[in-house]
């Protein structure tokens, strides 16, 4: 179902029912003929519903590290989480388990969920040793997701470790570039890093490559609350395979998105989202410039499956536009504090992963500075900003003052590293 693009200083696109989008740049009105950025602000939410008129089947791949490091408490705790996640599975749900060391093994290749003592049995018999062949596991695991791959199902790999990669390929790289042929074939890999040993870039992009969920998990106590969250969300998914088409006409530069790797050819860009659960909100930041007097920033095309109402393709399309003037105080008026902070929240996260660069090539003092000067942004913006968002800021502000604090007085190391980069992936990727 196609809705009638509305064009507006802040945009309402109402997809259907269930997917609803909103385009609201930082500034209503730009002073004419100067070049100016423009943040466009792309907020996407699924509705909550109460009752959905069917729950999509899965196709999950569970995939596990079982090398001779998750002996003991990890892979008790692993199999636990294992298990409650099996028996939480639909009849109708396709179940399959990898486990990998030195090499990659099939333990349940992909098969309907209706015999759970069996699988409950594989689970159980799981002995850790060897190495860490990660690469194969996630492959393999993909493979079976191959075997029932289907875009009436929710396609899913579930990878943990608590490891360095060290057998196949095990650069970021080559996770990224396997995540994201995933991603195109309508599979997503979320990943579970476990200790202060793995590798988090490495996880961080194979999850983020296919749009999923990455997860640093300190505490083994929380394992199966973690794969009982993944497992809530793939059951009450409200839209999913949601593309985005952003076109700025001629006369505005599109500069990308802050905090995201997207990047436009000429004037056109396309972002792909997993899915969004019922209630989820995310959003994009867009940054452009406008020169002279377009008035239209942005066409916003979405397109996405609506599981609320049975599966039914829906789309919807709108423009962002802005009016000029020659007096600079009416543009500073039209300014949008809830629009700037988030800007500035996003940026921090960009900050942290510019920090943890610097740190990890010993450059601290210039690190800490990347982190003071960007805490110093947040505070600039925190006074125009509404309620809900200050308490993010205040979050944000302690944050980076933690960090910065830890880098200047010599502690930074694995685990302090883990947290700032998770704290970076769940901002910019509005997890």
């Given amino acids: 179902m196609l809705l009638a693009g509305l064009a507006m200083s802040a945009t309402s696109l109402l997809a259907g029912e269930t997917l609803q989008v909103k385009l609201v ?13 423009v943040i466009v602000r792309i907020d996407l939410s699924a ?9 999509t089947p899965l196709n999950l791949a569970v995939v596990l590290d079982k090398s001779g490091s998750m002996a003991g408490a990890k892979l008790e705790k ?22 990998f060391s030195d090499h990659a093994e099939v333990l349940v290749s992909a ?37 029932y791959l289907s875009s009436k199902r929710i396609n899913r790999v579930i990878l943990l470790s608590d490891g360095l990669a060290n057998i196949g390929p095990s650069s970021p790289r080559d996770l990224r570039r396997l995540g994201g042929d995933l991603s195109e074939k309508g599979i997503s890999v979320t990943t579970i890093g476990v200790g202060d040993d793995y590798n988090e870039d490495l996880m961080a992009g194979l999850a983020e490559a296919s749009d999923a969920n990455y997860y640093y998990v300190k505490d083994t106590e929380k394992l199966p609350e973690i794969f009982a969250k993944e497992l809530g969300e793939m059951i009450s998914v409200a839209a999913r395979d949601v593309k985005i088409e952003i076109i700025c006409p001629d006369g505005v530069k599109p500069m990308g998105f802050i905090g995201r790797t997207e ?34 920033v942005a066409r916003v095309n979405v397109n996405y499956t609506d599981e609320f109402d049975n599966g039914r393709a829906q789309s919807a ?54 982190l003071s000067v960007q805490n110093a942004a947040l505070g600039r913006a925190y006074a125009a900003a509404p309620a809900a968002v200050q308490s993010q800021m205040r979050d944000e502000t302690k944050n980076l003052e933690s ?22 992936y769940n901002s910019r990727n509005s997890k």
């Fill in 25 to 37: 740049p930082d500034r209503g009105v730009l002073v004419r003929n100067r070049p100016q950025e």
């Fill in 47 to 55: 509705i909550a519903e109460k009752r959905k008129p069917h729950r």
């Fill in 78 to 99: 692993t199999k636990q989480a294992a298990l409650q996640l099996v028996d939480r599975l639909a009849p109708d749900d396709v179940f399959s388990l990898i486990v």
């Fill in 111 to 147: 098969q309907k969920a209706a015999n759970k003592d069996a699988l409950r049995e594989k689970i159980e018999s799981i002995l850790a040793d060897g190495s860490t062949a990660l690469y194969a596991g996630v492959k393999k695991g993909a493979d079976q997701i191959g075997e």
């Fill in 263 to 296: 990047t436009f050819s000429g004037q056109h860009c396309t972002v792909n989202l997993s899915q969004f659960t019922g209630g989820q909100n995310r959003y994009l930041l867009l940054r452009c410039v406008a020169d002279g007097e377009q008035r239209e």
């Fill in 317 to 370: 399309s709108g423009t962002v536009r802005v009016e000029f003037s020659d007096d600079m105080a009416a543009s500073e008026k039209s300014v949008n504090g809830a629009v700037v902070a988030q800007k500035e929240i996003m940026l921090a996260a960009v900050a942290k992963d510019a920090a943890m660069a610097e740190a990890d090539a010993g450059n601290y003092k210039k690190a800490a500075t990347i």
């Fill in 403 to 424: 960090f910065e604090t830890r880098i200047s007085g010599g502690g930074y190391d694995s685990g302090s590293r883990k947290v700032m980069q998770s704290q970076s």
